[in-house]
Structure formats: structure tokens, C-alpha cells
């Protein structure tokens, strides 16, 4: 298993384009479930297509991996046209629609059809005047026969052909959280003040400003990595991400908001996972800290249904009660606390606002 591991890494830098050495004898079976566990079968496969013959999985194998790839390819191409639609419905409104994640992060990688995704999250924000264009967004999707969910206080869910939307009414789980409020306050403000200048060739999707999609990809990974663990993908996101963008971000800006929004233990040994595998250090380089969330990282998700209302709230405590470690290294506040905050939230902030 450990040298599967090593070959995973080592797949991973070749396929995106950097030189890495690989083993003679490779478990093709146990790296085929690492690509899919943690959604890089596509970087995985450009990564075998640079190996000699010798090495790669045998014909069959080999083929079923591309054939799996190409469908991943084809997936992809799908969700974009269908998203090009909904912007396109939403533009004729005077909504404007930001991509969080998705094909922003999807650009940095060397094929952006080879990052995976399940689903696209937007943010709507009116384009003219000041209305709710989430509720507007809700509708407009109605009006045209699709399911929409609202069940969930964070956002509502599209089910269009092809694809499923997260229509965000907020950026973050802040409900019952001061420090989360904040940096909500922070997100949507830059949003709201962006003039809307960068979008996507062809389409009216935009890109939100840099710095909102740097906070929001650490956000979203610290959250995952509580609730119910991290991926390499969401990894090797925030990495390609940030060097595509380095000249863009404003760093010490960043820095001093990690710290501020209490992401700093966290992000200190995210960022030096990222620096494993991109092969800038080595194992024996991680801190002590750093190796436990690169245990929790190879260790499978704890994935669950998302629930709603009392069972949905009891199945977060427990969440949070057996993350009480990750609380202990990599969180400024205690499980105690954090069960805390679910439950203000659920007793006393039920239907949330930035008012």
C-alpha cells in the first residue's frame, strides 16, 4: 500500500508535467482507487501516458482507465455548455452569475476537463438596480420546468439536465458563528463591489475577484476536512490555483485574514500537503501536525447524507465529536466550542442574515 501511495504522488507530478520517478511494479488495482477517491483519475491517466510501455497497466486495464477519463471529458464539456445556458437565462435578467470553484480552479490545471466536478456552485448578484437575484435565480429556473431545492439555509440546488447548480444565498456555514459572519460580510462585499470585467470566452459566467476565490477555497477545505476529511484534489486545487495566480493575490492581505478568521493551523500544514505533492518537500519535511492531517488525507471520507432539521443537526455533532482531534491541532476553537456554535445556531439563528 505505501509504495502505491508513492507511485499515486509520482503519477500525479507527471501528469502534470513535472519529472518524477516511478517504481518498476505498480498495484494498478490500488492506484485506480486512490485516482477515484480522491478525483484525479484524468491527471492520474495524462501521468501513465508519459510512462514507457513496460510500466503502464496492461492493454485492457489501460483502456478502461482512458474510457473512463474520456467520460469524465465528456461530462465536463456537458456542464459547461448547460451552465453557459443558465448565465445566459439569468443575463437576460439583469443577474449576473460568479463561478465559485468549478472552472475557475479547473482553468489552472493543465487539461481543466481533467479536474472533476460533481456539481457547480454560483453566486448571483443583480447587474443592474438592487433586488434578491438568489430568489429571482430560484424562480427563473422554476419558470422553466427544473426542480429546485430549498431546503438547505446556505443555498438552494438546481437540477438541470446534465448538471446540478448550488445557487449560493450565502458563502459560508455562518450560521451561529461571529468569526464566519465576518468573513461572509468580507466575501459578498467583494463580490458585490467587483464590476464585473472577467468572464469566461463566450459566455456571460464570470470569474470572481482573485482574492474571494483564495478565501473561499481555504474555507471550503478547512470545513471539508472537519466534517468529513480532504481529498488530494482539494489540495492540489488550492496549489494550482494560487501559483496561477501569485502575481494577482495580495499575500501579506491573505496571511493577515488566515489569521484573523482563525484558518491559521489549518492552512499552515494544507499548504505544506500541497508542497509534498507538488514535490517541493519531502515526507520527513512535514511537521508532526502536518503528518496527521496526511494520515487523515489517505484515510477514507466520511461521507453521509446530507440531512436537514433535527436529524440533520445530530448528525453534524457527531461529525464534529469524532473530528475532536482534528479541533485539538488544527482549529482556534475547541469541539465544546464548535458543538456550541451548532447549537446557538440551531436554537437561536434558524433563518440567518447579514442584517
Known amino acids: ?26 498495484n494498478w488495482q490500488e492506484i485506480e482507487i486512490f485516482a477515484r477517491q480522491h478525483g484525479l483519475l484524468g491527471v492520474v491517466v495524462d501521468g ?30 456537458i456542464q459547461q455548455n448547460v451552465a453557459a445556458e443558465m448565465a445566459l437565462l439569468f443575463h437576460d435578467k439583469y443577474v449576473r452569475t460568479y463561478v465559485l470553484k468549478g472552472a475557475v480552479v479547473a482553468e489552472c490545471y493543465p487539461k481543466p476537463e481533467h479536474r472533476l466536478s460533481s456539481d457547480m456552485d454560483c453566486f448571483l448578484i443583480p447587474d443592474k438596480s438592487d433586488f434578491d437575484a438568489w430568489s429571482l435565480g430560484n424562480d427563473l429556473i422554476k419558470a422553466k420546468g427544473f426542480e ?44 458585490r463591489e ?85 514535490g517541493e518537500l519531502d515526507e520527513d519535511q512535514l511537521t508532526k501536525s502536518d503528518k496527521k492531517m496526511l494520515g487523515d488525507v489517505w484515510a477514507e471520507l466520511d461521507l453521509h447524507e446530507t440531512l436537514h432539521g433535527v436529524k440533520g443537526k445530530l448528525a453534524l455533532a457527531g461529525n464534529t465529536w469524532r473530528a475532536r482531534w482534528k479541533y485539538h491541532y488544527f482549529s482556534e476553537i475547541s469541539m465544546p466550542h464548535a458543538l456550541w456554535i451548532q447549537v446557538k445556531g440551531f436554537l437561536f439563528d434558524k433563518h440567518p442574515t447579514l442584517d
Open 1 to 26: 500500500m505505501q509504495s502505491s501511495k508513492k507511485a499515486f504522488i509520482a503519477l500525479i507530478r507527471l501528469g502534470l508535467g513535472q519529472l518524477s520517478n516511478i517504481e518498476t511494479a505498480i
Open 194 to 278: 467587483d464590476k464585473g470585467e472577467d468572464r469566461f470566452v463566450d459566455t456571460w459566467l464570470y470569474r470572481p475577484p482573485v482574492m474571494v476565490t483564495a478565501l473561499f477555497l481555504i474555507e471550503h477545505a478547512y470545513s471539508h476536512f472537519l466534517h468529513e476529511g480532504l481529498t488530494w484534489r482539494h489540495v492540489l486545487d488550492w496549489m494550482l490555483f494560487s501559483l496561477r495566480h501569485k502575481e494577482e493575490i495580495d499575500w501579506l492581505t491573505l496571511d493577515a485574514l488566515v489569521d484573523e478568521f482563525g484558518f491559521r493551523k489549518f492552512y499552515n500544514s494544507y499548504y505544506h500537503l500541497g508542497q509534498y505533492l507538488l
Open 48 to 77: 501513465i501516458e508519459l510512462l514507457p510501455e513496460s510500466q503502464r497497466p496492461d492493454k485492457n486495464h489501460l483502456l478502461q482507465l482512458i474510457g473512463s477519463v474520456m467520460q469524465d471529458e465528456s461530462r465536463y464539456t
Open 148 to 191: 429546485v431545492s430549498k431546503g438547505f439555509y446556505k443555498n438552494s440546488a438546481f437540477y438541470l439536465p446534465g448538471l446540478t447548480v448550488e445557487n449560493h444565498r450565502y458563502l459560508t456555514p455562518f450560521r451561529g458563528n461571529k468569526v464566519l459572519k465576518r468573513l461572509e460580510v468580507l466575501l459578498q462585499g467583494l463580490l
